[in-house]
């Protein structure tokens, strides 16, 4: 260092007076050399890190998202779709600096200015804030139009549902930014969904978008989903139930219809509902789809499987008698008792009269575990497989944990609990000949798998029988359809409180099939908790399956069963054509044969 300044101090007693100057040429050099030296470290050493710094501060990747899928219903009509709509946000780093943009902003959204400036300025920290969500187009237009400095529009959807709360607690419902978060949405949320996708554009420094450099990757929309209800049998069950709720002052109510040769589910509705379509009106308790999460005791509305049940074994015979006198009978401890006493029943008897006695009978003599296995047979116990998310799978011990009073309390429906839809699933095992379908809220392409539960012969039969309770001297007259025999068993059942079972808190089911002669439909309604005077099944739940299925009937243009033999003459048409049979549901081929 000392030789350096030596030098220097040399150097400039030589130059004499000039040595000022020379001092400043000096510096100027050796700041030339600096500033050269740090051009080559950005240009060449460094030159990538800073165009990339650079492109962050002005390119950007932008999402595009996907277009949700459409619901559907067995028809082609939509039940869920979704609507492109626009987001808006601000950069408050940008736009907390104009306070004019940020009122005009609060203008254009009908928001409170003072609201906006305050919500930007507690963020303003950040570089990107929602200021509205779901805008209308025309709002969304003029929002684009004032081109306010760090303020943009976003591509998003709403979800509509036309619906509305007819399908409700079914569907379920996606959130803001259009993910299932119940129901069908929730459980076939990724088909639907699809795969957003990405652009690349360029942003001026107010965070504008000046230049749109390409499709990075395009969005993949989610895919249709095509479900087995039908949307005109979906109203109508809903009206139905709507109205016995609110007619018997009731807590809530189910009613499921099916298919029988196909155990599709035609229409699922429960009540009371919401409206998906305002969010804000969601109540927690109104979105449960009672026909799937919603288990209870199935009471007498089972007896008909125990009546099978005997009937496979070779005991026993529709003509068969039991004597269920006095009215009571004492079993393991317990006292059965029916309505009145009966006396002497046959099978038919049995079930037209509903005798709590003649099944503790039957199942007396079957055993526990004959009627075990039919019930578990038929989906007793056990999930359905429909994929629908918080789904109840019932409770069925096993018969080998069943006391004497057990297996009676079994037989006519206490000590295991069902969904709706295993009930109705059950009836469908019987109106198809004893084949136990596995139900499907989608439209099905290919056959269902089936399982043999009872031989054909033993299911036509207890269908025979059921057509006795729909009689004017059955349980449920009221459930009848001028034209058509209704086979089906009426269920008015004891809710269990903190005291044991109550004797004036019911359930009232109603399950059955029509036409009886040859069934395409199984319904099953469920009325919870009737308050308004009237509490068994044949006054409350019945009405409701003689309004819904006799509306389906008409709706699915199927045959009566009393409609008289045309003459051969009648029934030729031109050309010696034939009128045809009974057409198949929509949204499915008729099949062969």
């Known amino acids: 260092?000392?030789?350096?300044?030596?030098?220097?101090?040399?150097?400039?007693?030589?130059?004499?007076?000039?040595?000022?100057?020379?001092?400043?040429?000096?510096?100027?050099?050796?700041?030339?050399?600096?500033?050269?030296?740090?051009?080559?470290?950005?240009?060449?050493?460094?030159?990538?890190?800073?165009?990339?710094?650079?492109?962050?501060?002005?390119?950007?990747?932008?999402?595009?998202?996907?277009?949700?899928?459409?619901?559907?219903?067995?028809?082609?009509?939509?039940?869920?779709?979704?609507?492109?709509?626009?987001?808006?946000?601000?950069?408050?780093?940008v736009i907390s600096a104009h306070p004019e943009a940020l009122r005009r902003l609060a203008t254009l959204l009908e928001q409170p200015a003072d609201e906006l400036i305050r919500r930007v300025r507690e963020r303003s920290s950040r570089r990107f804030i929602y200021v509205a969500r779901q805008v209308r187009p025309s709002q969304a237009e003029q929002v684009r139009a004032a081109n306010l400095p760090g303020v943009g529009l976003q591509r998003e959807y709403k979800r509509f549902y036309p619906t509305a709360d007819v399908t409700a607690p079914l569907l379920g419902f996606s959130n803001i930014d259009d993910e299932g978060?119940?129901?069908?949405?929730?459980?076939?949320?990724?088909?639907?969904?699809?795969?957003?996708?990405?652009?690349?554009?360029?942003?001026?420094?107010?965070?504008?978008?000046?230049?749109?450099?390409?499709?990075?990757?395009?969005?993949?929309?989610?895919?249709?989903?095509?479900?087995?209800?039908?949307?005109?049998?979906?109203?109508?069950?809903?009206?139905?139930?709507?109205?016995?709720?609110?007619?018997?002052?009731?807590?809530?109510?189910?009613?499921?219809?099916?298919?029988?040769?196909?155990?599709?589910?035609?229409?699922?509705?429960?009540?009371?509902?919401?409206?998906?379509?305002?969010?804000?009106?969601?109540?927690?308790?109104t979105t449960r789809n009672h026909a799937i999460v919603d288990q209870f005791e199935p009471g007498?509305?089972?007896?008909?499987?125990?009546?099978?049940?005997?009937?496979?074994?070779?005991?026993?015979?529709?003509?068969?008698?039991?004597?269920?006198?006095?009215?009571?009978?004492?079993?393991?401890?317990?006292?059965i008792h029916d309505h009145r006493n009966y006396g002497e029943l046959d099978l038919e008897g049995v079930l037209e009269k509903s005798s709590n006695i003649a099944a503790s009978m039957l199942a007396e003599d079957i055993g526990a575990e004959v009627l075990w296995k039919t019930y578990r047979a038929l989906g007793f116990g056990q999930l359905t497989a429909v994929g629908f998310p918080g789904e109840a799978s019932g409770?069925?011990?096993?018969?080998?944990?069943?006391?004497?009073?057990?297996?009676?309390?079994?037989?006519?429906?206490?000590?295991?609990?069902?969904?709706?839809?295993?009930?109705a699933a059950a009836y469908v095992a019987l109106g198809n000949g004893g084949q136990y379908i596995q139900p499907s809220l989608l439209l099905r392409d290919d056959p269902p798998e089936v399982h043999q539960v009872f031989d054909p012969a033993t299911a036509r039969t207890v269908v025979g029988l059921l057509r006795s309770v729909t009689s004017p001297t059955g349980t449920a007259p009221a459930a009848s359809i001028t034209g058509?025999?209704?086979?089906?068993?009426?269920?008015?059942?004891?809710?269990?409180?903190?005291?044991?079972?109550?004797?004036?808190?019911?359930?009232?089911?109603?399950?059955?099939?029509?036409?009886?002669?040859?069934?395409?439909?199984?319904?099953?309604?469920?009325?919870?908790?009737?308050?308004?005077?009237k509490v068994y099944a044949g006054d409350v739940a019945a009405p409701v399956f003689h309004r819904v299925m006799s509306g389906a009937l008409r709706m699915l243009n199927i045959r009566p069963d009393d409609l008289p033999a045309l003459p051969l003459q009648q029934m030729a048409g031109e050309r010696g054509s034939v009128i045809p049979a009974t057409p198949a549901l929509p949204g499915r081929p008729k099949e062969a044969g």
């Open 1 to 93: 260092m000392k030789a350096l300044w030596l030098i220097l101090t040399n150097w400039a007693a030589w130059l004499g007076v000039r040595w000022r100057a020379g001092i400043v040429l000096m510096v100027f050099a050796v700041a030339a050399v600096v500033m050269l030296g740090r051009a080559v470290q950005l240009q060449v050493t460094e030159r990538d890190f800073y165009t990339e710094q650079g492109g962050d501060r002005h390119l950007r990747v932008q999402t595009i998202p996907a277009h949700r899928g459409m619901i559907l219903d067995r028809n082609g009509e939509p039940l869920a779709i979704s609507v492109g709509m626009h987001a808006v946000w601000a950069d408050p780093s």
């Open 181 to 285: 978060l119940a129901g069908i949405e929730l459980a076939f949320d990724r088909m639907l969904s699809g795969e957003p996708g990405k652009r690349r554009i360029i942003k001026d420094g107010d965070d504008r978008e000046i230049a749109d450099l390409g499709v990075i990757r395009a969005a993949r929309p989610g895919e249709d989903l095509a479900l087995s209800i039908d949307r005109r049998l979906q109203y109508l069950a809903y009206r139905e139930l709507v109205h016995a709720i609110d007619q018997h002052e009731a807590e809530s109510g189910t009613a499921v219809l099916m298919d029988v040769s196909s155990a599709e589910v035609l229409a699922m509705a429960s009540a009371p509902s919401f409206n998906p379509n305002n969010r804000a009106s969601i109540d927690p308790k």
């Open 300 to 335: 007498s509305s089972v007896k008909p499987f125990t009546v099978a049940a005997a009937l496979s074994t070779g005991r026993w015979q529709p003509s068969d008698i039991l004597d269920t006198a006095p009215g009571y009978r004492r079993v393991g401890g317990y006292t």
């Open 395 to 423: 409770s069925l011990s096993l018969w080998r944990d069943w006391r004497k009073a057990d297996t009676a309390a079994h037989s006519y429906g206490y000590g295991l609990s069902v969904t709706p839809l295993q009930l």
């Open 484 to 533: 058509f025999q209704v086979a089906g068993k009426t269920g008015t059942v004891r809710r269990i409180g903190k005291e044991g079972y109550s004797r004036s808190d019911y359930n009232t089911v109603f399950a059955g099939l029509a036409p009886a002669s040859d069934p395409r439909l199984a319904l099953v309604v469920v009325i919870n908790r009737p308050t308004a005077g």
